[in-house]
C-alpha cells in the first residue's frame, strides 16, 4: 500500500488566537499544516511567525487580498510540493476533535475498496447541526449534496480530477462550484454520521420585526445570519452558478432559488442591518445577471476583523 501523507490546507484573513489552538488539533493529526493568509496586514505578523515557528507547519502570505479560492489553491499547491496525498480543507476557525482525520481515512479506504466512486469524505455535523442537504444511503454509504470545504477530505487523485477552486468567485459558492464538478465526473461526498466538526455557520443575532424582538412562547428568537458583505457574494455566486446550471442540473438551481428565498426571508424580515441586506441581496443579483465576478468593489459597512474574505 502506498504511504499516505494527509496535509491539511488552512486559510486565514485577520484571525484571532484562536488559531493556535485549532491548529494544535491538525497539527498532531496530520502530516503537515499548510496556512495561507490572505494579506491580514502587520497586526497578524507575530502571531503568524508564532505559527511557523511549528516544525510541521508552512505559512504562505499573500501581498494582497485575493479571496478564499486562490488562498487554497495556492495552499494546495504547497501541499503537493511537500508529498501530500491527501487533502483536509479547514477554516481559521474550525477545530478537529480527536480521531477525525482517521476516521474519514478509514471511511475513504472502505469506500473505495468496495468499488464506490468516493470523491471526498466529510464529517455529518458542522457545530453540532446536520445539513438539509438532500441525503440519501448507497449501500451502507452515507452521501449527501454539497458538502463544505471546512472538515472537507479527498485524495489528490479527485482534486487532479476535478481542478482548482473557482477563483473568480472569490468567496462564498466556491464548495458548491466545485463540488458540483466533483459529481460531473462521477465522484460523490460519502459523510461519516459520528463526526462533527466544530466550526462558526454564522453570526447568531436577536430576532426583530418592526423593531421589535421576536419572541415565540416566552423565548426572544434568535436567527443566524452573515454580514451584508457576505450576503451580496452568496447572491452574486449563487445565482451565476445556477444560471450555469440550470439546464444541467434543473434540481440544484430549484433547491438554490428556494433557498436564497428562505435566506432572504431571514435576513431581511427577522435579521439585523435590514436595509443593508436588502442592498446587498440587489446588487449581489445585479452584477451575477451583468456577470461581473472577482473581488467587488462595493461597500459595504464596516467588516469584523475575523471574517476571511
Same mark, same amino acid.
Given at each position: 500500500?502506498?504511504?499516505?501523507? =494527509?496535509?491539511?490546507?488552512?486559510?486565514?484573513?485577520?484571525?484571532?488566537?484562536?488559531?493556535?489552538?485549532?491548529?494544535?488539533?491538525?497539527?498532531?493529526?496530520?502530516?503537515?499544516?499548510?496556512?495561507?493568509?490572505?494579506?491580514?496586514?502587520?497586526? &497578524?505578523?507575530?502571531?503568524?511567525? *508564532?505559527? *511557523?515557528?511549528?516544525?510541521?507547519?508552512?505559512?504562505?502570505?499573500?501581498? #494582497?487580498?485575493?479571496?478564499?479560492?486562490?488562498?487554497?489553491?495556492?495552499?494546495?499547491?504547497?501541499?503537493?510540493? #511537500?508529498?501530500?496525498?491527501?487533502?483536509?480543507?479547514?477554516?481559521?476557525?474550525?477545530?478537529? %476533535?480527536?480521531?477525525?482525520?482517521?476516521?474519514?481515512?478509514?471511511? %475513504?479506504?472502505? !469506500?473505495?475498496?468496495?468499488?464506490? @466512486?468516493?470523491?471526498?469524505? !466529510? @464529517? &455529518? /455535523?458542522?457545530?453540532?447541526?446536520?445539513?438539509?442537504?438532500?441525503?440519501?444511503?448507497?449501500?451502507?454509504?452515507?452521501?449527501?449534496?454539497?458538502?463544505?470545504?471546512?472538515?472537507?477530505?479527498? @485524495?489528490?487523485?479527485? &482534486?487532479?480530477?476535478?481542478?482548482?477552486?473557482?477563483?473568480? /468567485?472569490?468567496?462564498?459558492?466556491?464548495?458548491?462550484?466545485?463540488?458540483?464538478?466533483?459529481?460531473?465526473?462521477?465522484?460523490? !461526498?460519502? /459523510?461519516? $454520521? =459520528? %463526526?462533527?466538526?466544530?466550526?462558526?455557520?454564522?453570526?447568531?443575532?436577536? !430576532?426583530?420585526?418592526?423593531? $421589535?424582538?421576536?419572541?415565540?412562547?416566552?423565548?426572544?428568537?434568535?436567527?443566524?445570519?452573515?454580514?451584508? &458583505?457576505? =450576503?451580496?457574494?452568496?447572491?452574486?455566486?449563487?445565482?451565476?452558478?445556477?444560471?450555469?446550471?440550470?439546464?444541467?442540473?434543473?434540481?440544484?438551481?430549484?433547491?438554490?432559488?428556494?433557498?436564497?428565498?428562505? $435566506?432572504?426571508?431571514?435576513?431581511?424580515?427577522?435579521?439585523?442591518?435590514?436595509?443593508?441586506?436588502?442592498?446587498?441581496?440587489?446588487?449581489?443579483?445585479?452584477?451575477?445577471?451583468?456577470?461581473?465576478?472577482?473581488?467587488?468593489?462595493?461597500?459595504? @459597512?464596516?467588516?469584523?476583523?475575523?471574517?476571511?474574505?
Amino acid at each position: 500500500m502506498d504511504e499516505v501523507r =494527509t496535509f491539511a490546507v488552512v486559510s486565514c484573513y485577520r484571525p484571532g488566537r484562536d488559531l493556535i489552538k485549532n491548529l494544535e488539533s491538525a497539527v498532531s493529526q496530520t502530516d503537515g499544516v499548510v496556512v495561507v493568509d490572505d494579506a491580514s496586514g502587520v497586526g &497578524w505578523s507575530s502571531l503568524l511567525h *508564532e505559527l *511557523e515557528a511549528r516544525p510541521t507547519v508552512t505559512v504562505a502570505r499573500h501581498d #494582497k487580498n485575493l479571496g478564499i479560492a486562490r488562498t487554497l489553491n495556492d495552499g494546495v499547491d504547497l501541499a503537493l510540493s #511537500k508529498g501530500a496525498t491527501h487533502l483536509l480543507f479547514l477554516d481559521q476557525d474550525s477545530a478537529l %476533535l480527536d480521531g477525525f482525520v482517521l476516521t474519514l481515512l478509514a471511511l %475513504l479506504d472502505r !469506500a473505495l475498496a468496495a468499488g464506490f @466512486p468516493a470523491g471526498a469524505v !466529510a @464529517p &455529518w /455535523f458542522v457545530d453540532g447541526h446536520a445539513s438539509n442537504k438532500p441525503s440519501r444511503m448507497a449501500g451502507e454509504f452515507q452521501i449527501r449534496e454539497e458538502p463544505i470545504q471546512s472538515g472537507l477530505l479527498m @485524495p489528490v487523485s479527485t &482534486w487532479r480530477a476535478v481542478g482548482r477552486f473557482r477563483e473568480e /468567485f472569490f468567496i462564498d459558492c466556491v464548495d458548491t462550484e466545485h463540488y458540483l464538478r466533483m459529481r460531473d465526473r462521477g465522484l460523490l !461526498a460519502v /459523510f461519516d $454520521r =459520528t %463526526l462533527d466538526l466544530p466550526h462558526s455557520l454564522g453570526t447568531s443575532a436577536q !430576532a426583530t420585526m418592526l423593531g $421589535r424582538p421576536v419572541v415565540v412562547r416566552g423565548r426572544e428568537v434568535t436567527v443566524r445570519v452573515h454580514p451584508p &458583505w457576505r =450576503t451580496y457574494y452568496i447572491y452574486r455566486n449563487g445565482l451565476t452558478l445556477a444560471r450555469e446550471r440550470v439546464r444541467s442540473n434543473p434540481r440544484f438551481a430549484l433547491g438554490w432559488a428556494v433557498g436564497m428565498i428562505k $435566506r432572504a426571508v431571514i435576513s431581511v424580515g427577522l435579521g439585523p442591518e435590514k436595509r443593508q441586506q436588502v442592498r446587498a441581496i440587489v446588487l449581489g443579483t445585479l452584477d451575477a445577471l451583468g456577470g461581473r465576478l472577482g473581488k467587488s468593489t462595493r461597500r459595504f @459597512p464596516a467588516r469584523r476583523d475575523d471574517d476571511p474574505e
